[in-house]
């Protein structure tokens, strides 16, 4: 008659516990949290990825624990400066673009352009008055509208102008200025103070 030999079934959690027992240093506590263990023997249909186990555990512990690998927050809640823990943690944030005061002109100092239409505008609240304005086509191709600064001027159409930055501060959507005599345009003449803004040739003197 056959001989039969029965093995004694262990539990998973035992085999596991065991494992790690016999992996571990007598020096080092051995500590295991026993729902994971739990839930790791009893999801598996087999015990073969027993040794394996461990190092998966240490590299979850490690991209856990270890800020190099955390996830990283979203840094829309933290202000352009940061301390050096948040440097070191997820690097700085660079700047965002600013938003271009003068557009059309990218970064270039004046342009030429043609004039289509002059005309005036109704300056905003609690401003009062009539600002006077030209639609000028850039040499670019681009349409603007620019302010004509100073009293009085002798822009009409087809007139070539010079186009610099700079805003009305009272007029929306007006974001150029026109040059006080450069080409076309003359210079304010009855200006004594700031000639050099508005075009004015300094005065004889007798």
């Given amino acids: 008659m056959a001989a039969y030999v029965i093995h004694q079934v262990e539990s998973p959690t035992f085999v596991l516990h065991q494992h790690l027992k016999a992996t571990t240093s007598p020096t080092m506590p051995l500590t295991f949290p026993r729902g994971l263990a739990r839930s790791w023997a009893f999801s598996s249909a087999s015990f073969a990825p027993v040794r394996s186990l461990r190092p998966s555990i240490a590299a979850t512990a490690f991209q856990t624990t270890s800020p190099a690998f955390a996830i990283q927050p979203t840094p829309s809640w933290r202000a352009h400066k940061c301390t050096l823990i948040q440097v070191l943690r997820q690097g700085r944030i660079a700047q965002k673009a600013r938003k271009l005061r003068s557009p059309q002109l990218r970064d270039r100092p004046e342009l030429k ?94």
């Fill in 113 to 206: 352009g043609v004039c289509l239409k002059v005309g005036t505008t109704k300056p905003k609240k609690p401003n009062s008055g009539e600002r006077k304005i030209a639609r000028v086509r850039l040499s670019t191709g681009k349409v603007i509208t620019a302010y004509i600064p100073g009293e009085g001027h002798n822009v009409q159409q087809h007139s070539v102008v010079m186009v610099r930055g700079g805003r009305a501060q009272d007029c929306p959507g007006v974001k150029y200025h026109l040059v006080r005599g450069a080409l076309d345009l003359g210079g304010v003449g009855s200006r004594i103070t700031s000639r050099s803004k508005y075009g004015t040739k300094k005065p004889k003197t007798a």
